[in-house]
């Protein structure tokens, strides 16, 4: 059974900095793409960004230069470094991981990111 537990959101004003976690278990993390995804009020849960087994990454365009997302395998631990915050950043953000060509149907309880004055 995946479980995925993320952390590290908050509140933050415009320009700063957050970094979430996302420790995976019940996956063969090393070999597992892993994918952050956000979700605001009233919106439909978007992807923002992915990692591959071999690190290799993509992002939304809107948050491309300003977040990294990043993973150690030896911690079962996927991480998304936000820099630059903007209001529009604010959701709450989860992570999953990829099985053969689809995300899995587990989603826990996310980490709220707010950008605010």
């Known amino acids: 059974q995946v479980q995925l537990v993320e952390s590290g959101g908050g509140l933050v004003q415009p320009g700063g900095s957050l970094r979430l976690s996302c420790a995976a278990s019940g996956i063969r993390f090393s070999v597992n793409h892993m994918g952050w995804f956000r979700q605001s009020p009233g919106k439909q849960r978007e992807l923002v960004a992915t990692i591959t087994a071999g690190s290799s990454t993509t992002y939304k365009d809107s948050v491309k230069g300003r977040f990294t997302i990043s993973r150690d395998n030896a911690k079962n631990t996927a991480y998304l470094q936000m820099n630059s915050l903007k209001p529009e950043d604010t959701a709450v953000y989860y992570c999953?991981?990829?099985?053969?060509?689809?995300?899995?149907?587990?989603w826990g309880q996310g980490t709220q990111v707010t950008v605010s004055s």
């Open positions: 999953n991981v990829r099985q053969g060509f689809v995300w899995s149907d587990y």
